[in-house]
């Protein structure tokens, strides 16, 4: 086959092309610390990049409703830790009304108390936090326990447990049931307990004891499972963060350039480069101006 100069020529501005383009390639990796600029240089690291971001915004997401859960199960924790005291000041005064040393006088005044750790027994199964009735399960809008004129108390608890997705496949519950613990039988022995301080009944009293006693440890027995959702909360929340790190750390080595592997690169293709315009001076330089000389 004949070659040309004007064969030779070509190949050689070809080359140096191809040259500069790899070039532009090296100098844009330093430039902006990625591999690829543009999804046409490697589809295969452009697609993995978005599967990564989807991940990592999934995560993100998941962590704003962990925040979300955190924030619910505190403020119940707080409510229930008010509603145990509640309940065992009530206790101690149903033991100390039942003694002998307090005459009617002395049951008089404190079934006043009695009823002033009823109204907070109510604010607290009303708690409102952010908007949100924490204790009225799905139904937040409305107040679990609300008076009629009379003073009587109204119930209209909704049992339907509020869930909360925290990871994939993962749905946790972040209310407490409301319905199971501030019973209409919860009020009504109080009620018991306020007739009988009334009316100076030791053995209604002495009975009392017992119903406010369930009803305190109903109370307990409802923050440890809240607490045991906490701890849980807690390890979901460990692995997440895990997540985070993996996923974060598998989308860097992905994209990221090695800076050193890239700064050797670019001065290789940068002497190459110069070694082809050397190369192609000369191939390029002889013309027939120069054979006439």
Do not use: C
């Not at 100069?5 to 100098?27: E, I, P």
């Not at 924790?77 to 145990?84: E, F, H, I, P, V």
């Not at 109903?218 to 390890?235: F, H, K, T, W, Y």
């Amino acid at each position: 086959m004949r070659i040309t100069q004007g064969m030779l020529t070509n190949n050689m501005l070809r080359n140096l092309t191809n040259s500069y383009k790899k070039f532009n390639t090296y100098f844009e990796q330093l430039n902006t610390g990625k591999k690829i600029s543009l999804p046409s240089q490697d589809p295969v690291v452009a697609m993995q990049g978005v599967n990564f971001r989807s991940q990592v915004a999934e995560i993100d997401q998941y962590k704003r409703n962990i925040n979300e859960v955190y924030s619910w199960m505190d403020s119940s924790d707080t409510a229930l830790d008010k509603a145990t005291q509640t309940m065992q000041k009530l206790s101690e005064l149903a033991v100390q009304a039942s003694n002998d040393t307090y005459d009617e006088l002395g049951r008089q005044s404190m079934k006043e108390e009695v009823k002033q750790l009823k109204e907070h027994l109510m604010e607290i199964a009303n708690t409102n936090v952010n908007g949100k009735h924490i204790f009225n399960g799905t139904d937040i809008e409305n107040a679990p326990i609300q008076t009629d004129g009379t003073g009587n108390v109204q119930l209209k608890n909704n049992s339907n447990p509020v869930e909360i997705e925290v990871s994939k496949g993962t749905k946790l519950k972040v209310n407490v049931d409301g319905s199971a613990l501030f019973t209409e039988t919860l009020f009504e022995d109080i009620n018991s307990f306020i007739g009988a301080l009334e009316e100076n009944n030791r053995d209604e009293i002495e009975k009392s004891i017992a119903t406010l006693n369930n009803h305190a440890d109903n109370v307990v027995n409802m923050r440890a499972d809240l607490g045991a959702r906490i701890n849980r909360l807690e390890l979901i929340e460990n692995r997440l963060n895990d997540q985070e790190i993996i996923t974060k750390k598998a989308m860097s080595d992905n994209e990221n350039i090695d800076y050193e592997e890239a700064i050797t690169n670019l001065l290789t293709q940068e002497s190459l480069h110069r070694a082809a315009l050397s190369a192609g001076s000369r191939i390029i330089q002889p013309s027939l101006i120069d054979f006439l000389r």
